[in-house]
């Protein structure tokens, strides 16, 4: 089992960065592809971006591709998401989640731990 708490959330202005962070205790993070998915008030949760097990694979979600880049650090038992040219439709609530697998994919059904999640507030 693998416990998550993210972090790095906050309020920018549209145009700006943000590098969230994904720390991990319990299990060895290697074990795990890692996702980071959103919600928005009002809509459904929507996958960002995943890294495989290994970091060699990753996906993003179209809406972010370009601006977003996920990584892993699995000695540090961390996972980060760094959001460049940040848009107000990137407002939402940003959780890590965790997939006993080698490549959760963009499905959410995939991942077995999620974080409690950090705010990200856009400003135009």
């Known amino acids: 089992q693998v416990q998550l708490v993210e972090s790095g959330g906050g309020l920018v202005q549209a145009g700006g960065s943000l590098r969230l962070s994904c720390a991990a205790s319990?299990?060895?993070?290697?074990?795990?592809?890692m996702g980071w998915f959103r919600q928005a008030p009002g809509k459904e949760r929507e996958f960002v971006a995943a890294i495989s097990r290994s970091g060699i694979s990753t996906r993003y979600a179209d809406s972010v591709k370009g601006r977003f880049t996920i990584s892993r650090d699995n000695a540090k038992m961390t996972v980060y998401l760094q959001m460049n040219n940040l848009k107000p439709e990137d407002t939402a609530v940003y959780y890590c989640?965790?997939?006993?697998?080698?490549w959760g994919s963009g499905v959410h059904q995939n991942y077995d731990y999620w974080g409690q999640g950090t705010q990200v507030t856009v400003s135009s």
């Open positions: 989640a965790a997939a006993e697998a080698a």
């Open positions: 319990g299990r060895t993070l290697s074990t795990y592809a």
